[in-house]
């Protein structure tokens, strides 16, 4: 893909994700507001069973994010730009043909191409309830 062409979707990819994360921390705390309200002591106990958890916390930052609808957006926008990285974005996962400009205007982050796609979501409607 043209240089200009992968700046402009790095750019979208990059605003969509600002907004996304922007919007996560609203949601994370009123969560932390919640529970801090709940608990009597003086540290929240969200914070003690972070560090109960022994896990890295931007390790935990992530899943956390990743565990909401937004946060497997920013997980999708995430690995669209190291395809950004990488120069393998706009080239369909599966079948590795280009995605179409219309396609990725509307969905920057997409990973497949139309075809590939639908084809994808009809073997899942087929096997019933699937990821
Ligand atoms: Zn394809």
């Known amino acids: 893909m043209e240089k200009t062409k992968l700046e402009k979707y790095k750019k979208i990819l990059l605003q969509k994700r600002k907004e996304l994360v922007e919007h996560m921390e609203v949601i ?14 003086d540290h929240s106990s969200y914070a003690f069973h972070m560090a109960d958890q022994g896990t890295d916390n931007m390790e935990r930052e ?22 950004i990285e990488e120069g393998t974005y706009g080239r ?31 073997k899942k409607a087929a096997n019933g309830r699937g990821g």
């Open 62 to 83: 992530k899943s956390f994010f990743y565990a909401q609808r937004d946060g497997r957006l920013i997980y999708h926008i995430d690995k669209a730009l190291e395809r």
């Open 92 to 122: 369909c996962h599966s079948c590795n043909e280009y995605i179409s400009d219309a396609r990725l205007e509307a969905v920057p982050h997409a990973r497949m191409c139309i075809a590939c796609k639908s084809a994808e979501e009809q």
């Open 28 to 41: 994370k705390d009123s969560d932390m507001q919640q529970t801090t309200k709940e608990s009597s002591g």
